[in-house]
Nanobody
Framework: QVQLVESGGGLVQPGGSLRLSCAAS????????INWYRQAPGKERELVAR???????NYVDSVKSRFTISRDNAKNTVYLQMNSLRPEDTAVYYC??????????????WGQGTQVTVSS
Protein backbone atom coordinates (compact mmCIF):
# COMPACT_ATOMS: atom_id res chain seq x y z
CA GLN A 1 0.00 0.00 0.00
CA VAL A 2 1.29 3.43 -1.01
CA GLN A 3 0.52 6.66 0.78
CA LEU A 4 1.11 10.23 -0.39
CA VAL A 5 1.26 12.97 2.23
CA GLU A 6 1.28 16.66 1.32
CA SER A 7 2.65 19.35 3.58
CA GLY A 8 3.73 22.98 3.46
CA GLY A 9 0.40 24.68 2.96
CA GLY A 10 -0.77 27.60 5.01
CA LEU A 11 -1.68 31.25 5.00
CA VAL A 12 0.51 33.64 3.04
CA GLN A 13 0.19 37.25 1.91
CA PRO A 14 -0.09 38.15 -1.77
CA GLY A 15 3.36 38.17 -3.33
CA GLY A 16 4.67 35.67 -0.83
CA SER A 17 6.02 32.18 -1.33
CA LEU A 18 5.33 28.66 -0.16
CA ARG A 19 6.91 25.31 -0.88
CA LEU A 20 4.65 22.30 -0.90
CA SER A 21 6.01 18.81 -0.40
CA CYS A 22 4.53 15.45 -1.24
CA ALA A 23 6.22 12.43 0.27
CA ALA A 24 5.44 8.92 -0.88
CA SER A 25 5.83 5.91 1.37
CA UNK A 26 4.96 2.25 1.28
CA UNK A 27 5.62 -0.48 -1.24
CA UNK A 28 7.25 1.56 -3.99
CA UNK A 29 9.18 0.05 -6.81
CA UNK A 30 9.42 3.22 -8.88
CA UNK A 31 7.65 6.55 -9.13
CA UNK A 32 6.83 7.60 -12.67
CA UNK A 33 4.90 10.79 -13.36
CA ILE A 34 3.90 13.17 -10.57
CA ASN A 35 1.26 15.89 -10.76
CA TRP A 36 0.07 18.75 -8.60
CA TYR A 37 -3.61 19.58 -8.78
CA ARG A 38 -5.60 22.25 -7.01
CA GLN A 39 -9.26 22.80 -6.32
CA ALA A 40 -10.71 26.13 -5.30
CA PRO A 41 -14.18 26.43 -3.74
CA GLY A 42 -16.86 26.04 -6.39
CA LYS A 43 -14.38 25.19 -9.12
CA GLU A 44 -13.24 22.07 -10.92
CA ARG A 45 -10.03 20.38 -9.91
CA GLU A 46 -7.24 21.79 -12.07
CA LEU A 47 -3.92 20.30 -13.12
CA VAL A 48 -1.30 22.84 -12.07
CA ALA A 49 2.05 21.20 -12.75
CA ARG A 50 3.48 17.92 -13.86
CA UNK A 51 6.91 16.35 -13.81
CA UNK A 52 7.74 13.25 -15.80
CA UNK A 53 10.21 10.56 -14.83
CA UNK A 54 12.70 12.04 -17.29
CA UNK A 55 12.48 15.40 -15.53
CA UNK A 56 10.42 17.20 -18.14
CA UNK A 57 7.88 19.62 -16.65
CA ASN A 58 4.60 21.21 -17.68
CA TYR A 59 2.57 24.01 -16.11
CA VAL A 60 -0.82 25.55 -16.54
CA ASP A 61 -0.47 29.00 -18.09
CA SER A 62 -1.64 30.84 -14.99
CA VAL A 63 1.34 29.63 -12.91
CA LYS A 64 4.12 29.65 -15.49
CA SER A 65 7.16 31.63 -14.33
CA ARG A 66 5.83 31.57 -10.76
CA PHE A 67 5.67 27.88 -9.79
CA THR A 68 8.37 25.24 -10.10
CA ILE A 69 7.85 21.52 -9.72
CA SER A 70 10.80 19.30 -8.84
CA ARG A 71 11.47 15.86 -7.47
CA ASP A 72 13.99 14.14 -5.22
CA ASN A 73 13.94 10.52 -6.24
CA ALA A 74 16.15 9.44 -3.34
CA LYS A 75 13.56 10.78 -0.90
CA ASN A 76 10.48 9.76 -2.92
CA THR A 77 9.37 13.36 -2.64
CA VAL A 78 8.05 15.95 -5.05
CA TYR A 79 7.99 19.69 -4.40
CA LEU A 80 6.02 22.63 -5.69
CA GLN A 81 7.76 25.95 -5.13
CA MET A 82 5.19 28.71 -5.38
CA ASN A 83 6.36 32.31 -5.72
CA SER A 84 4.53 35.58 -6.30
CA LEU A 85 1.37 34.06 -4.91
CA ARG A 86 -1.96 35.63 -5.74
CA PRO A 87 -5.35 35.39 -4.05
CA GLU A 88 -6.60 33.34 -6.98
CA ASP A 89 -4.03 30.68 -6.10
CA THR A 90 -6.06 29.90 -2.99
CA ALA A 91 -7.11 26.27 -3.14
CA VAL A 92 -6.56 22.83 -1.74
CA TYR A 93 -3.50 21.40 -3.44
CA TYR A 94 -3.22 17.68 -4.11
CA CYS A 95 -0.36 15.59 -5.35
CA UNK A 96 -1.02 12.70 -7.66
CA UNK A 97 1.51 10.12 -8.75
CA UNK A 98 1.76 7.15 -11.04
CA UNK A 99 3.66 4.59 -9.00
CA UNK A 100 4.81 1.09 -9.76
CA UNK A 101 4.34 -1.09 -6.70
CA UNK A 102 5.86 -4.02 -8.57
CA UNK A 103 8.04 -4.03 -11.69
CA UNK A 104 5.07 -4.40 -14.06
CA UNK A 105 2.16 -3.03 -12.00
CA UNK A 106 1.47 0.69 -11.73
CA UNK A 107 -1.34 2.62 -10.05
CA UNK A 108 -2.37 6.22 -9.57
CA UNK A 109 -2.35 7.52 -6.00
CA TRP A 110 -3.65 10.73 -4.46
CA GLY A 111 -2.64 12.64 -1.37
CA GLN A 112 -5.11 14.05 1.12
CA GLY A 113 -4.51 17.65 0.11
CA THR A 114 -3.05 20.71 1.79
CA GLN A 115 -4.76 24.09 2.06
CA VAL A 116 -3.10 27.15 0.56
CA THR A 117 -4.68 30.49 1.38
CA VAL A 118 -3.35 33.71 -0.14
CA SER A 119 -4.82 36.70 1.62
CA SER A 120 -3.82 39.96 3.25
Amino acid sequence: QVQLVESGGGLVQPGGSLRLSCAASGSIFRIHHINWYRQAPGKERELVARILSCGSTNYVDSVKSRFTISRDNAKNTVYLQMNSLRPEDTAVYYCNAEIATMPTISYTFWGQGTQVTVSS
